[in-house]
């Protein structure tokens, strides 16, 4: 049975090819419309390309089997994305119709022309670039199954962004199948969101900051008067209205449980403790507030914290323990609460651990806003969040934040 590498109904233009008089692949292309393909999609497509061209080699046989296979050049010409076929020793020895048109070639296509080799013209192309040629090389070798990754490329006065994967060429006489895809506009796409993403964040935290303090400087002072005019009052009143100075001492208590919540509310806005004596300090405090409200254990453990700290990176480490805490009060059933900050060699890390219930993670939770806010808070500092999670088990809450890469001082907390 022929083997069929690709069929698009609806194409207009057709490649067939064959080998000793059999058909063993067609190819059909429409131009009617484009389709902007997720990446994810583009990546697997990537990936399947050099399968494609390997099993459509395999009837071949001998040295010169992929040189005798005229018939593949349609194939390749056919496709609209940057291929390129690479000998055991890199050098290239067929490419696609939009090889030599695509932006990776830097300006200069004859560097990653037929005959060149790939390893060399990446060596002047990509600065930098000892660890993506060791990946090109494994697979080149046969001793890596997949490579691919991404790099900038500096052309005229912009600077372009290129997708790169690397197959196994499955056929003689072996070898691997690169495919590039510009990704530039994809990037600036992904930029502009980030960008957006952390000013709104930012004019989130400038609108808590204004809250918090108004909280602070203007309510609760309006109940701690309230509460000193109803002792006042309750003080004016004779003996004989007992039951009336006992009901004030009622209103007068719950004042200054009203004037405490809002201080909560204040701080939980607006940390003070965080903007003036660090984040070891506020995440003990915020830990304090959290085992009191709902009566569990904490414990809290730093260790080789930097100093100083960036206040970006702070508030963005305080604000995940928050949003853990406030996961676990809700959901958890802790009784136990630890938190643990940590300078490591290149980076600071928060870890949020729990004993309480814990949750499948193959079940896939669907996380709220919360959750959702916690990843963009650390993307805006280059960080990662992690969660580690077994039913009955509890929940491990880990935010990976890197450290600058000049000498800081290191202070160790208890």
């Given at each position: ?29 429409s131009y009617r419309s484009s389709v902007a393909w997720a990446p994810e999609v583009v990546a ?371």
């Amino acid at each position: 049975m022929p083997q069929v590498l690709s069929r698009l109904v609806a194409g207009k233009e057709n490649d067939v090819s064959s080998a000793h008089g059999r058909l063993f692949g067609t190819m059909s292309s429409s131009y009617r419309s484009s389709v902007a393909w997720a990446p994810e999609v583009v990546a697997a497509t990537r990936r399947t390309i050099a399968d494609i061209f390997g099993n459509a080699l395999m009837g071949s046989r001998g040295e010169g089997s992929l040189l005798a296979s005229e018939h593949f050049k349609p194939i390749l010409s056919s496709l609209d994305t940057p291929v390129a076929v690479l000998d055991p020793a890199g050098n290239i020895i067929a490419v696609s119709g939009r090889w030599m048109e695509s932006p990776h070639t830097g300006g200069d296509p004859e560097k990653l022309e037929v005959g060149k080799n790939y390893l060399d013209a990446i060596r002047d192309l990509v600065p930098k670039s000892d660890d993506f040629l060791q990946g090109v090389e494994s697979v080149c070798g046969g001793t890596r199954d997949f490579f691919e990754t991404e790099y900038a490329i500096r052309v005229a006065s912009e600077t372009l962004c290129i997708a790169m994967s690397v197959s196994p060429f499955k056929g003689p006489p072996g070898g691997a199948v690169v495919v590039h895809h510009d990704i530039t506009e994809r990037k600036r796409t992904e930029e502009s969101i980030r960008e957006l993403s952390g000013r709104l964040i930012r004019a989130q935290e400038d609108e808590r900051s204004r809250i918090g303090r108004e909280l602070h400087d203007d309510i609760t002072q309006q109940l701690a008067l309230l509460g000193i005019e109803i002792q006042r009052v309750e003080e004016a009143l004779p003996d004989a209205a007992a039951p009336l100075r006992a009901r004030l001492k009622v209103i007068w208590k719950k004042t200054q449980e009203a004037s405490l919540d809002v201080q909560r509310i204040s701080h939980q806005l607006h940390s003070s403790k965080l903007e003036y004596l660090g984040l070891p300090v506020a995440l003990k405090s915020l830990l304090r507030d959290f085992t009191h409200q709902y009566q569990v254990g904490g414990e809290t453990q730093f260790r080789d914290i930097p100093t100083p700290l960036d206040s970006e990176v702070s508030l963005a480490l305080f604000r995940v323990a928050q949003e853990a805490l406030r996961n676990a009060g809700k959901h958890s059933g802790a009784k136990n609460i630890r938190i643990e900050l940590t300078g490591e060699a290149v980076s600071l890390l928060l870890r949020i651990s729990d004993d309480g219930v814990g949750f499948d993670p193959s079940a896939k939770p669907s996380y709220g806003l919360g959750m959702i806010s916690m990843d963009e808070r650390l993307r805006l500092v280059n960080g990662e969040l992690s969660i580690r999670s077994r039913v009955g088990l509890g929940t491990q809450v880990e935010a990976r934040v890197p450290l600058p890469a000049q000498p800081v001082s290191r202070r160790k907390a208890s």
